[in-house]
């Protein structure tokens, strides 16, 4: 499908970050990618208030 096609070349190449209200990252666990690394598993501080922050998008 042309929406399947144009979805993975968008969320998983260009790779545009995500605006998330939640916990506060600590650091980031998990790294993906060689070309273009992205995070895929945070720590957060579940002790802190929620606030708006910028996370890298999940694969599509």
Known sequence: MVSL???KKYFNLLAPPCFTYDYPIKE???HQGMIR????EYEVDFWALPT???RDN???
């Open 5 to 7: 096609q144009i979805g």
């Open 37 to 40: 690394r992205k995070c895929v």
């Open 52 to 54: 708006w922050q910028w």
């Open 28 to 30: 980031c666990v998990l």
């Open 58 to 60: 999940k694969l599509y």
